[in-house]
T-cell receptor, first 114, second 111 residues
Framework: AQSVTQLDSQVPVFEEAPVELRCNYS??????LFWYVQYPNQGLQLLLK??????LVKGINGFEAEFNKSQTSFHLRKPSVHISDTAEYFC????????????FGKGTKLSVKP | KAGVTQTPRYLIKTRGQQVTLSCSPI?????VSWYQQTPGQGLQFLFE???????NKGNFPGRFSGRQFSNSRSEMNVSTLELGDSALYLC??????????FGPGTRLTVT
């Protein structure tokens, strides 16, 4: 079975500062990895995904994430955040090579202050 | 291409009633799945349909059911509503691949 741990439930940061949201996963099989963002009163929007290949993946809105197989991590980073990045971010895994469902972490609320 | 659409967006029901939520996937997507989001339990998988057949099911009681039509549109039904069923219900669709796209959700409040 797979599981996802998002190490920080809340991350406050000042505008234009860098940010890292941490995600660790547990799985005995290969997985696909995803980051989704949820703005207030909205659904989930796909930020980026790791399926295979290069371990550094770039997504929308200037976000990127690095897949580290040895540390079973998939941390999300942005070099300079904006007020509009304030939202909740979810890390998710999906079993590779099958049609299994997404398993989500508990989410990290990013709060960007002026 | 239009995204995943869900209707209604908001719903208020009374305990004991039943409710039906509707989802239209992205055009061409044949897989539709449903997730429940609550503050306490987070995001949990309900079920997935592909070509009108339930392909995968989460750990929810039988009060939660779904179906998929030949045009890939899907509905989920919750019977005998309980207060704990208050949640954001998210529908998602995908092609035959790993990436899943979500709709805006239906906010269900049970009083």
């Amino acid at each position: 079975a797979q599981s996802v741990t998002q190490l920080d439930s809340q991350v406050p940061v000042f505008e234009e500062a860098p940010v890292e949201l941490r995600c660790n996963y547990s799985s005995s099989v290969s997985v696909y990895l995803f980051w989704y963002v949820q703005y207030p009163n909205q659904g989930l929007q796909l930020l980026l995904k790791y399926l295979s290949g290069s371990t550094l993946v770039k997504g929308i809105n200037g976000f990127e994430a690095e897949f580290n197989k040895s540390q079973t991590s998939f941390h999300l980073r942005k070099p300079s955040v904006h007020i509009s990045d304030t939202a909740e971010y979810f890390c998710a895994v999906r079993r590779g090579g099958s049609q299994g469902n997404l398993i989500f972490g508990k989410g990290t609320k990013l709060s960007v202050k002026p | 291409k239009a995204g995943v659409t869900q209707t209604p967006r908001y719903l208020i029901k009374t305990r004991g009633q039943q409710v039906t939520l509707s989802c239209s996937p992205i055009s061409g997507h044949r897989s539709v799945s449903w997730y429940q989001q609550t503050p306490g339990q987070g995001l949990q998988f309900l079920f997935e349909y592909f070509s009108e057949t339930q392909r995968n099911k989460g750990n929810f009681p039988g009060r939660f059911s779904g179906r998929q039509f030949s045009n890939s549109r899907s509905e989920m039904n919750v019977s005998t509503l309980e207060l704990g069923d208050s949640a954001l219900y998210l529908c998602a669709s995908s092609l035959e691949g790993p990436t899943i796209h979500f709709g805006p959700g239906t906010r269900l409040t049970v009083t």
